[in-house]
């Protein structure tokens, strides 16, 4: 069983930066692919990044905005927001899964409790 806990949401003008954690307790494994999804209200929760042993990905709305990384000796997954926009407003999630990287939030097996990121036009 894993654990995900989220960090770092907040209220920041357009522009500005966000930094969101999420740490991971429990069985975890290097080894899991990390992603971040997000949920804006009235919409679907949208893939936003992922990370595996071997490469990053990104959704195209936040690719040169947006860097995921892993500190595996901490069990923690970053994700760097920059240049945000109003329509990154969203609740953001962590997720893991046992194997490699997959796109849709429903092949993911363990989830945090969200963080609320708000970004003021």
């Known amino acids: 069983q894993v654990q995900l806990e989220e960090s770092g949401g907040g209220l920041v003008q357009a522009g500005g930066s966000l930094r969101l954690s999420c740490a991971a307790s429990?069985?975890?494994?290097?080894?899991?692919?990390m992603g971040w999804f997000r949920q804006a209200p009235g919409k679907e929760r949208d893939f936003v990044a992922a990370?595996?042993?071997?490469?990053?990905y990104y959704a195209d709305s936040v690719k040169g905005r947006f860097t995921i990384a892993r500190d595996n000796a901490k069990n923690t997954v970053y994700l760097q927001m920059n240049s945000l926009k109003p329509e990154d407003t969203a609740v953001y999630y962590c997720?893991?899964?046992?194997?490699?990287?997959?796109?849709?939030?429903?092949?993911?097996?363990?989830w945090g409790q969200g963080t609320q990121v708000t970004v003021s036009s």
């Open positions: 429990g069985h975890t494994d290097s080894t899991y692919a």
């Open positions: 990370i595996t042993t071997t490469n990053t």
């Open positions: 997720a893991a899964r046992n194997g490699e990287f997959r796109r849709s939030d429903w092949e993911y097996d363990y």
